[in-house]
């Protein structure tokens, strides 16, 4: 956005009024009027007429889900405030590894759109311009409710602010703002960065060129359960949807900027697989990308989670691997035979055990034992054999379709007594 065309004096106190679209897209702006003793002004921001929204795709478990059908209820609503933690803990202490496979099945549960968003004010203020009558309605027609509020809330905001007003726009757009100017233009060390190419600073031209263009932040969930692949179509059809609507307003939007963290960089590189989709994605931001895996996921399976999330989706092997296992998504999460981990022996297999023994100078000596080295799919994953290491324990895999069985023996023993006392 950028500031209107009304002269504003840099040094008065100025408030910002929310810019909404009509129907045909041009700018409406409300605010009220006041005596000449106040002040402060308001200051309405005007639109350009091309936009290239920023499409935020979380990491796993970052995305809120329920079970598909109206008013099913949770399966995945991760919580916000300690006194929610204490009462999902006291809701789930009781489930079994077979309630956790039934409740968080890829295939009959969905993104659920409702959950809490807090933008900050003067992203609140923004949001105007998205549809909708209410807050309430602006923040989930951009998707905000998608995600987890406590991990996600302030990254979209911090997104939604700085690139609406990367220049003072009290300063009629003269004046980089505070927060730009310390977090990119004062941090270009190319060292500091760990640039591996060529680095070419920004200029203060280029920022200028980039505020000409609208930036409206987006959020897009998945369903984590499901493979990576099927995430890409969701993105792809949100890709589409959103840049749709900008453009019924009249306004130049063809491509998108993807921001993604940790599990969403795999949504956007299979996305950007898709057909089409190379052309309609402008460019990749991603934080943490498990390129090549994460050797946590292993973890997770074998010996449960961490923090609030071992109480959904498991303390333990037995309830992680009812879930993982018969989950896709997680299930690529695990480490490719590209990943590596680095020893005073060199380049060695991400897998070890770590143990004390008796050494050659006859004093115990801390050692180490490299496990499933080779194809990690082979040798870890598919491994059916004794090893105490490989990953899934076949017997653990379906608690549900166990129960399920052990119930219609009992019922069908049942009945077949009534038919002979009969």
């Given at each position: ?8 004096p ?20 409300q ?12 200051l ?25 059908g109206r008013?099913k ?27 956790r ?46 995600l ?5 809330s ?5 997104l ?14 003269k ?7 310390e ?7 190319a060292?500091k ?34 493979s ?6 969701r ?9 749709a ?22 949504v956007?590189?299979?996305?950007a ?34 923090g ?8 333990n092997?037995?309830?992680?691997t ?19 981990t680095?020893?005073?022996r ?10 004390r ?13 490299f ?5 990690p799919y082979a040798?870890?994953?598919l ?7 490989k ?32």
């Open positions: 956005m950028s500031a209107s065309s009304n002269p504003i840099a040094a008065e106190p100025t408030r910002l009024v929310g810019t909404a679209w009509d129907e045909d897209g041009n700018d409406v702006a605010s009220v009027l006041t005596g000449q003793n106040m002040k402060v002004r308001a309405c921001l005007t639109t350009p007429d091309a936009v290239v929204p920023i499409l935020f795709v979380p990491g796993i478990m970052g995305t809120r889900l329920k079970v598909i008013d209820g949770a399966a995945w609503y991760p919580p916000d405030t300690k006194w929610e933690e204490l009462v999902l803990g006291l809701k789930y202490l009781v489930r079994t590894a077979a309630d496979q039934r409740l968080l099945n890829p295939d009959t549960t969905e993104v659920d759109e409702d959950g809490p968003a807090s933008p900050d004010d003067t992203s609140k203020i923004l949001l105007a311009l998205a549809p909708g009558k209410t807050d309430d309605e602006r923040i989930k027609w951009r998707g905000w409710g998608q987890h509020e406590d991990s996600y302030r990254i979209l905001s911090l939604e602010t700085s690139m609406a007003m990367i220049f003072d726009p009290a300063s009629q757009g004046v980089l703002t505070a927060h730009w100017k977090l990119v233009m004062d941090r270009q060390d060292a960065l760990g640039a591996q190419k060529p680095f070419v600073p920004l200029e203060e031209e280029h920022l200028r060129d980039a505020a000409e263009l609208l930036y409206p932040v987006h959020a897009v969930g998945y369903n984590w359960l499901q990576n692949s099927d995430s890409a179509e993105l792809a059809a949100e890709i589409e949807r959103i840049t609507y900008y453009r019924s307003k009249g306004k130049h939007c063809e491509q998108v900027i993807l921001v993604t963290h940790s599990m969403g960089g795999l956007a590189r299979a996305c697989q898709l057909p089409g989709m190379d052309q309609r994605i402008l460019g990749v931001v991603h934080g943490v990308m498990p390129a090549i895996g994460a050797p946590a996921t292993y973890k997770r399976i074998r010996a449960g989670f961490e609030i999330a071992q109480v959904v989706l498991g303390r092997a037995a309830d992680c009812a879930v993982m296992a018969n989950a896709p998504g997680p299930l690529e999460l695990l480490p490719t035979p590209q990943y590596k680095w020893t005073n060199g380049e060695q297999h991400w897998l070890r055990a770590s143990y023994a008796i050494g050659q100078s006859g004093m115990p000596e801390e050692l180490e034992s496990l499933g080295e080779g194809d040798n870890i994953y491994n059916n054999t004794p090893d105490w290491w990953l899934v324990r076949e017997d653990l895999i379906d608690p549900a379709g166990k129960e399920d069985r052990e119930r219609a023996e009992r019922e069908g023993k049942v009945g077949f007594r009534r038919i002979r006392l009969r």
